[in-house]
């Protein structure tokens, strides 16, 4: 019997999808969530549930992995029922499972499904709830998250871009038990591909040799092992396990979510610095412009030494480059990329680490595969579209007013805002005179991203801007950098 045949049989109905492919009875429920908790929320943990079936006057909604499901049974399942049961008032209650590969079954396991009651005050009916296994946190251990073996000090390659954050990652790792603290806490932030990963993981290694006790956990690892804690009920093990290491090591602090869970976060850092534990964390921002992030917690990341690792200069490209085509000859021998090639690839593919990787590998493929000798013409041919994503770069203005805010050293909140001191006005205009440059944004636009200001406002800026940089070369200095910081 087909899952549809069982489904009607049984009274209910499959999730009816529009042309678009979405449920619009899952549709209606999202929008209304996603203009409950904005977007930023809806994106990190409802765009991927989808509805498999309302059956029994239950919604069986189903998610990828077993830490989203956990995550969504916490935090936002009841939510999520009392929405539904308002929407379609045949739906009494809300399963949520973790799809797999395997076939669907007319009945989700039981050990994959959990079941949230709607509140009886909406006057639905209410079932009984149905609670998955949830994994218990061993109370005599921190497991932290995997170590990349390959990923040490002895691997990584530093230059001008990351020299900062290289010399003060290392120091830390080389103290002795018992050493005075340094840089506490250290705050290492870059964007995607930079190696942020690979410093923070050959600092857990070059630590652990020293004696010290050291956890490496991501922002989803540590969400994960405290939700697991509070529904093992051991909470209170896991704090004590957590503040009783030497060096905590957290990496991508932007994914960490939740009130409860960031405000755990925040007492554990404030134990382990009042401690002169060692803390060092990782982001794809500087702390200020974490906005999803309790502002407390940022403060006192602020506290501590921020340093950034920028892009890959040409220089450190070559390096890694040379470095990755040495590690390719053990296993492909007759693998060779001559120096005018190597010169060719650092010098175009700019973006990141992880796309010279690429670059190699295609490399390795094409060479391999039709046994043609490697040139700059191959290479070209190969490596077309990596060489094409630094072409013409398309600005936004959320990043122009993230780069123009931390150059003037306010917030993008004070930019947004209506303030109209001279120390935020200077910033917002020149960030509008920006937006009109590099995008192809109307002044209208432009200026409804700028706090909903009328379009007017957007050329005065732009007009003022304009004048005073044809007067006064420090501030055109100013503008150039900061077109160059956008375009680079």
């Given amino acids: 019997m087909s899952v549809s045949q069982s489904a009607a049989r049984s009274g209910g109905y499959l999730g009816t999808e529009d042309r678009d492919g979405r449920d619009p009875a899952w549709e209606t429920v999202s929008q209304r969530l996603r203009a ?6 809806y994106t990190s943990w409802f765009t991927r549930i989808v509805l498999d079936r309302i059956e029994d006057g ?47 079954l007319s009945t989700p396991p039981r050990d994959s499904v959990i079941a949230v009651p709607v509140p009886e005050a909406l006057g639905a009916r209410t079932g009984s709830a149905v609670v998955a296994p949830f994994p218990r946190v061993d109370a005599n251990r921190l497991a932290g998250s995997p170590l990349d073996r390959r990923l040490t000090f002895d691997t990584f390659h530093s230059g001008r871009s990351n020299a900062l954050a290289f010399a003060a990652a290392r120091q830390i790792a080389e103290a002795r038990p018992g050493d005075p ?14 190696g942020k990963t690979h410093l923070l993981q050959a600092t857990a ?69 009042d401690g002169r534990q060692q803390v060092i964390v990782a982001a794809d921002r500087a702390p200020a412009e974490l906005e999803a992030i309790d502002e407390r917690l940022r403060s006192r990341l602020a506290g501590g030494l921020t340093l950034e690792m920028g892009g890959l200069d040409e220089e450190l490209r070559a390096k890694i480059l040379e470095m ?22 650092a010098r175009t593919v700019t973006a990141n680490g992880r796309d010279l990787d690429g670059a190699v590998n295609r490399l390795i493929a094409h060479n391999t595969l039709s046994n043609a000798p490697i040139t700059v013409e191959m290479a070209e041919a190969a490596l077309r579209d990596l060489v094409r994503q630094v072409e013409p770069k398309r600005v936004k203005i959320e990043e122009i007013q993230r780069i123009v805010a931390r150059h003037y050293q306010v917030s993008r909140a004070d930019i947004l805002s209506s303030r109209r001191t001279q120390t935020v006005v200077r910033p917002r205009q020149i960030a ?57």
């Fill in 36 to 41: 409950e908790y904005g977007e930023d929320v």
């Fill in 58 to 104: 239950a919604a069986f909604l189903t998610v990828p992995t077993r830490f989203l499901k956990s995550w969504i049974q916490a935090h936002y399942a009841e939510r999520i029922a009392a929405v539904f049961a308002e929407s379609d008032p045949r739906v009494a209650r809300v399963s949520i499972g973790v799809r797999v590969a395997a076939p669907k």
């Fill in 181 to 194: 603290v340094a840089f506490n806490p250290l705050v290492i932030h870059a964007a995607v591909g930079l």
């Fill in 205 to 273: 290694h070059a630590a652990e040799a020293t004696g010290r006790r050291v956890t490496y956990l991501t922002a989803e690892k540590f969400m994960f092992d405290f939700v697991a804690s509070l529904r093992a009920q051991t909470a209170l093990a896991f704090k004590e396990r957590l503040r009783a290491i030497d060096v905590l090591i957290i990496d991508d602090l932007q994914f960490l979510q939740g009130k409860t869970v960031q405000q755990e976060f925040g007492h554990t850092l404030n134990a382990l610095l």
């Fill in 324 to 345: 990755r085509i040495a590690a390719a000859k053990l296993a492909h021998p007759r693998f060779d990329a001559p120096a005018e090639v190597v010169a060719y690839v």
């Fill in 432 to 488: 509008m005179y920006l937006a009109k440059q590099l995008t192809l944004r109307s002044l209208p636009e432009i200026g409804r991203r700028f706090g909903g200001r009328d379009h007017t406002t957007v050329l005065h800026a732009v007009r003022k801007i304009d004048e005073l940089v044809k007067g006064s070369p420090t501030l055109a200095d100013e503008v150039d950098l900061l077109k160059r910081m956008l375009l680079e």
